[in-house]
């Protein structure tokens, strides 16, 4: 039930773009995305809820492929504040499932 | 606001007692939720309340592990006897409204049980 993020891990050059994928097998209806940095609390970025929206602030952007069960994150010229481990949440089944299940989270490196 | 309240930050025990953990969500959520990160088993939902009241705790690993929450501002998570394995970042989260909206976590609690 556990969605599963890939790439596991990816180094980056500041001004690199980067895309990370989540993907359940269940039917999903919103993907939380949050990144945390190392010895720190996850920090919420944007929530992408069933209807194939895609959303954005800045230089991150996130899409939902209802079909597919999969969320990409899309992080556009990269800055060295980007760096940590970006987790997707899913909510799975119906819009009263209260809870979120994570992914194994994706480890982001930008070096200057 | 403060945001959601844990402590301790840092609790080293020995196998065998009882540890505490506690939590202050933001002042007028309504849920509150429990995780356990660890590097092989990543970030699990333990527990999760809704108006004080334990909604899922299918995550809760075993009879070890109790949480409670008395009133809308507190919540424990109790682990009696701690062992070894139990060693990992703690962390509360709270929401204000349906399961849409987001989660806010607290800084952790990271337990070393030796």
């Known amino acids: 039930q556990q969605p599963v993020q890939s790439p596991q891990a990816v180094i980056l050059r500041e001004g690199e773009d980067a895309v990370i994928n989540c993907s359940s097998s269940?039917?999903?209806?919103?993907v939380h995305w949050y990144r945390q940095k190392h010895g720190e609390a996850p920090v919420f970025l944007m929530i992408?809820?069933?209807?194939?929206e895609q959303k954005g602030h800045d230089k991150i952007s996130a899409s939902f492929n209802e079909k597919k069960q999969q969320s990409s994150l899309y992080l556009t010229a990269s800055q060295l504040s980007y760096s940590g481990t970006y987790f997707c949440?899913?909510?799975?089944?119906?819009?009263?499932?209260?809870?979120?299940?994570f992914g194994q989270g994706t480890t982001l490196q930008v070096k200057p | 606001d403060a945001g959601v309240i844990q402590s301790p930050r840092h609790e080293v025990t020995e196998m065998g007692q009882e540890v505490t953990l506690r939590c202050k969500p933001i002042?007028?959520?309504?849920?509150l939720f429990w995780y356990r990160q660890t590097m092989m088993r990543g970030l699990e939902l333990l527990i999760y309340?809704?108006?004080?009241?334990?909604?899922?705790d299918s995550g809760m690993p075993e009879d070890r592990f109790s949480a409670k929450m008395p009133n809308a501002s507190f919540s424990t998570l109790k682990i009696q006897p701690s062992e070894p394995r139990d060693s990992a970042v703690y962390f509360c989260?709270?929401?204000?409204?349906?399961?849409?909206?987001?989660?806010?976590f607290g800084p952790g609690t990271r337990l070393t049980v030796l």
């Open positions: 949440g899913t909510q799975v089944g119906s819009s009263n499932t209260g809870k979120l299940i």
């Open positions: 992408l809820l069933k209807g194939g």
């Open positions: 002042s007028g959520h309504n849920s």
């Open positions: 989260a709270s929401r204000a409204g349906g399961p849409t909206d987001t989660q806010y």
């Open positions: 269940k039917a999903l209806y919103s």
């Open positions: 309340f809704n108006n004080n009241v334990p909604i899922d």
